[in-house]
């Protein structure tokens, strides 16, 4: 597959299958099983997969435009394809021993027959999901693990999960190992609802693990290397890809605040509300500006993971921190020029805004980020 075919394959899905039903589907917090069939028969479920282990190999540009294409129509589907792809990379980047019985999990991806996710934050840590609160404990040839995972995308529709524990005998806070349990390992169950404020059609339920069994040959990581393969291997693509979401967000709302003005009117001035009121094409183009913006940052933040350089991951923690204000913004800025019709729900906008505030909180949230950043710049330790 080449990146224009992704990208016409992510366009057809999103008007075929998205739009028709995103409303629907983020009212009733139903998780849109036909979404992702139609992504798997479509190739777009290993896009990033190499093509030796049956995947496409596209690089981080290509998975962002598919992303951004994917969340203008539903945002809920868009990033439980960006979870996939994280989990999707954890595994293909597992260590050698484990290659052999992980190769017929990436066939499946590549065939578009199998959905990963990653299970990381934990009820005890909470958004620092680098310090998992859980402890994998030896077992014969592997590991049991008791942990509460408190929020996990596509949690009862994902025929796996990346799950993060210490390590058993990690000394520090952060000496995690990365472990895939398959959906139907004893021990592992959805612990409870997803009834969120936005993505209210994702899943993110909390997960329970109750001594799951983990052979050795799905340990991701060598004991004590989960935090590393977080930060280098899983962070920057999670950046890209929830900056990509924040960024089909925005072009949402700008073209609904478009089509608003442009067919309301004022029936006593004869005029609709974009050619009677200058202040909501000044807030019209604000938006612009800002989605425009975004999109530089996220062409930028593609460069350099491209040619990783210096720089990289102040841009990796600056694109995902600048894409959830962005779309915070341009999504509020969009319910006020729409007024009572966007309050009244009459208009997909309220939608994307409360689908808007979930980037922020998604680890590691604004704040934390520009912490790190803050810390990096004042050469401060980070952890
Ligand atoms: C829609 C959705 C889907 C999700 N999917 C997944 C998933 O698939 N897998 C997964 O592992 N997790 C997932 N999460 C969990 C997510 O990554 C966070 O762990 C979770 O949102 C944290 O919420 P909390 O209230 O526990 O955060 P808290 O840690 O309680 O944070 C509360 C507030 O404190 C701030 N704060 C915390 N630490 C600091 C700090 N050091 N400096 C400054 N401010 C700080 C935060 O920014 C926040 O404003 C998902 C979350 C959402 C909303």
Request: with cysteine.
């Amino acid at each position: 597959m080449t990146h224009d075919a992704a990208v016409s394959n992510a366009r057809e899905i999103a008007s075929r299958v998205l739009a028709p039903s995103a409303g629907q589907n983020d009212k009733a917090g139903r998780f849109s099983t036909e979404a992702v069939k139609s992504l798997g028969e479509s190739g777009l479920l290993g896009l990033m997969l190499p093509t030796n282990s049956g995947g496409s190999g596209l690089g981080p540009g290509t998975f962002a435009a598919v992303v951004a294409t994917l969340a203008e129509s539903d945002a809920s589907v868009a990033m439980v394809y960006v979870m996939h792809v994280m989990g999707a990379a954890a595994i293909a980047a597992a260590r050698p021993s484990a290659a052999p019985a992980l190769a017929p999990i990436l066939q499946e991806i590549g065939a578009g027959r199998h959905l990963s996710t990653l299970a990381f934050s934990e009820a005890g840590s909470r958004s620092h999901f680098w310090a998992p609160i859980s402890r994998a404990r030896r077992n014969g040839d592997g590991v049991h693990i008791s942990a509460k995972k408190s929020w996990v995308t596509s949690a009862g529709y994902a025929q796996s999960y990346v799950v993060s524990a210490l390590a058993p005998e990690g000394a520090g806070a952060t000496d995690s190992t990365l472990y895939l349990l398959s959906a139907g390992t004893r021990g592992l169950s959805v612990a409870g609802p997803w009834d969120g404020l936005g993505l209210r059609a994702n899943a993110s339920a909390p997960i329970a693990l109750d001594d799951c069994h983990v052979p050795s040959d799905f340990q991701l990581t060598d004991d004590g290397a989960g935090f590393p393969a977080m930060l280098n291997l899983v962070l920057p693509l999670f950046s890209l890809g929830t900056a990509a979401v924040a960024l089909g967000l925005c072009r949402a709302a700008v073209a609904g605040t478009a089509s608003h003005l442009k067919s309301a009117r004022f029936e006593h001035l004869g005029q609709s509300l974009g050619e009677s009121l200058p202040t909501l094409r000044a807030q019209l183009a604000a938006m612009q500006i800002e989605t425009d913006g975004l999109s530089a940052r996220i062409d930028d933040l593609i460069e350099h993971l491209e040619e990783p350089r210096e720089t990289t991951m102040l841009r990796v923690l600056e694109t995902k921190a600048a894409a959830g204000e962005v779309a915070i913004s341009v999504t509020s800025v969009a319910m006020r020029v729409c007024g009572g019709a966007a309050f009244s729900k009459h208009l997909s906008i309220e939608r994307l805004f409360r689908d808007a505030h979930a980037g922020a909180v998604m680890a590691p949230t604004g704040d934390v980020l520009r912490e790190f950043i803050g810390k990096s710049l004042l050469g401060l330790p980070l952890f």
